[in-house]
């Protein structure tokens, strides 16, 4: 049964006008001016970007207050620091199509002073294919003892004599300037190769992506396809490099290592994501992980790989900032193809340990800078029902919701759904589990009476859904009908009351 509520049956308060689909806006920045660069294979890269800017324009479904290049192909965030009061993320790009890049990926850039709002830069490091160089591999950034970013990266060859018995190297480059704008290959590469520094002459072909961590002084990284093969550095410049060991549980790829408090955090990109956690001790290198602390990092995978390229919330890098927060992006990914562009940044996630060692993500607070009009919906009751909520419609909006379960078999909201209410975007709680476009995200009821917790942010062909205050995340990549635009709030077999209702719209950040 559906049907419209009516004034009376809960309070609904109104503040600012809503929009039904969310416009440009005049916060975030275009692509960089047209210059030349010191080197020409950038300027090539950055000018074939701009060439595909236009034929973007017109997709209703890219989204608008997620972090994306204007066009092209955007993969694994690569690299991620907080320097001199800026938040600067490095990600994969493929600056000539809209496709994965086996040549001529690159690390492109962007800044932020508050983690709402992006500023594009030029494409940081670009593969030297006159040295043999294919693309620039997924890696991070850390700072040197003398307080100098420095990026390493894994050197890809395009042919097996380009490097040491043809196998990938992992290479470093240092910032030039305090804004990160360029960038120098340092001398010393490559820092690490088959069959030197303690790294084997066998050594797994797809060997790549180090994160380097610190830990009582001491600088280390580890490494995706390599048996969890851990490097130190020999000096404090973090030229020099050898192997000291190798630690448990490091699988998939872009391994993520960092400390939390007094415990330890390793994120991997597995199918799905996944993250544990435990200690870390520098003098025997080994990651012993706390029994029973770990699990699903987000459930965006679903139920089965559906392609290559369709991997979800993947491919993450952290940053600590000067509140000393840990912030965490990902890559989305799972969108269409042949559409000139792919791929955007998940919205960044301020991520922490409770006090049972249990990884909570939330929303950046910065976001809610992003807000517009508003709509409060309270006291809502739903009895074997589905009710659109008057005036909430928007394919650019963040919502939060707070259920209390009652006798209800099932419950939960209908996004984007069509005013015949044939199709939505479904997220519903079945008393066990919260269940999203096919995946099944363990969500147990909090609290006397049960209760459940939904943030959702939902930006064009993009939904991101924190439950419970970040005890589970789910993204999901979606393409509802064009024109349905409706919320409504449903329950099956019994009653189930929503205490609280805000949808706001969200602004976009992008000038194009």
Not at 56 to 66: A, F, G, I, M, S
Not at 242 to 270: A, H, I, Q, Y
Not at 414 to 435: C, F, P, Q, T, Y
């Amino acid at each position: 049964m559906r049907r419209i509520v009516r004034i009376g049956v809960c309070a609904v308060l109104f503040v600012s006008g809503l929009l039904l689909h969310a416009g440009a806006g005049e916060f975030g920045s275009a692509w960089p001016g047209k210059r030349e660069y010191d080197d020409p294979a950038v300027t090539d890269a950055m000018e074939a970007v701009r060439s595909a800017i236009a034929a973007c324009r017109e997709d209703p479904t890219r989204p608008v207050y997620h972090f994306r290049p204007p066009a092209r192909w955007m993969s694994d965030v690569c690299g991620a620091v907080f320097f001199r009061g800026d938040y600067h993320v490095f990600y994969q790009l493929n600056p000539y199509g809209d496709g994965w890049g086996s040549d001529g990926s690159s690390w492109a850039h962007a800044r932020s002073k508050d983690l709402a709002r992006w500023e594009h830069l030029p494409i940081a490091l670009h593969p030297m294919t006159g040295r043999g160089e294919r693309r620039c591999n997924s890696g991070s950034v850390a700072i040197n003892a003398q307080g100098t970013p420095m990026i390493f990266y894994t050197f890809v060859p395009k042919h097996a004599d380009a490097t040491r018995l043809g196998k990938r190297e992992q290479w470093a480059a240092v910032a030039l300037d305090d804004d990160l704008l360029a960038w120098r290959r340092v001398r010393e590469n490559p820092l690490l190769a088959a069959g030197t520094g303690g790294v084997p002459a066998d050594v797994d072909g797809g060997w790549s992506d180090p994160f380097v961590f610190q830990d009582a002084g001491r600088t280390f990284a580890t490494f995706k396809a390599c048996n969890g093969l851990v490097a130190e550095a020999q000096n404090p410049a973090l030229t020099e490099w050898k192997c000291v060991g190798r630690m448990d549980s490091v699988s998939g790829e872009c391994p993520n290592f960092f400390r939390l408090g007094d415990k330890w955090v390793l994120l991997r990109s597995t199918y799905p994501p996944t993250y544990r956690v435990g200690t870390f001790d520098p003098e025997r290198i080994a990651f012993v992980e706390r029994e029973g602390k770990g699990g699903t990092l987000d459930y965006a995978y679903g139920p089965k790989r559906l392609g290559p390229n369709h991997r979800g919330f993947y491919g993450t890098n952290v940053l600590f900032d000067d509140q000393g927060r840990c912030v965490l992006f990902g890559w989305v990914s799972g969108f269409k193809t042949g559409r000139g562009w792919n791929g955007c940044m998940s919205l960044p996630r301020i991520i922490r340990l409770d006090e049972d060692d249990n990884l909570l993500q939330t929303p950046a607070p910065e976001l809610q800078k992003l807000r517009g009009g508003r709509l409060k919906v309270q006291g809502m009751v739903v009895a074997s029902e589905s009710k659109v909520i008057p005036g909430a419609k928007g394919d650019a909006i963040e919502v939060t919701a707070e259920f209390e379960a009652g006798d209800a078999k099932a419950f939960g909201l209908k996004l984007r759904a069509s005013e015949d209410g044939r199709r939505a975007l479904v997220i519903r709680h079945d008393r066990e589990k919260l269940r999203v476009a096919g995946a099944a995200v363990p969500a147990p009821l909090d609290g006397d009476p049960p209760s459940l917790k939904l943030r959702v942010f939902l930006d064009k062909s993009v939904m991101e859904i924190f439950v419970n205050d970040g005890r589970a995340c789910v993204t999901q990549v979606v393409y509802p009908g064009p024109e349905d635009l409706r919320i409504e709030v449903f329950a099956e077999g019994g009653r189930a009351s929503l205490p609280s209702l805000d949808v706001w719209q969200m602004t976009s950040i992008w000038p194009e």
